[in-house]
């Protein structure tokens, strides 16, 4: 809840929380723990451009289409890249990975997610 604050301004309680997805960990060195809250849609959102370089709204109609997410390879690792199709861009893993995890939660799938790579420019 503090980073939620910190970040994009939102006041929500404990009450907001929902439940956590799998732990990610990252390239960087760091472990991402996914916590799901809900937020009313006019909740205000001040994000904090030291803390966050974008903020998207995604529509659950956007991550349940067939060709939301793709799948990809590079020489340097073995293992899959993922890719979330949004606005006409790419957002990559460790974000890609997150909602991808959370829209098979959604459909009762049993997904795990750590195993998915992320782009090597943010292996940094």
Known sequence: ?????????LDLREANVLGLLDDYPT???YLITPVVVWADASAAIAPNPEEVASVHRIALGDIERADAFDF?????????VIRF???GQFIHAPTAALIYQFREV???RDTRVAELEQPVFAWK
């Open 27 to 29: 390239r960087s060195g």
């Open 1 to 9: 809840m503090r980073e939620l604050h910190e970040e994009l301004g």
């Open 85 to 87: 199709r949004h606005a």
């Open 106 to 108: 959604l459909a009762g």
């Open 72 to 80: 990809t390879t590079i020489p340097e690792s073995t293992r899959r």
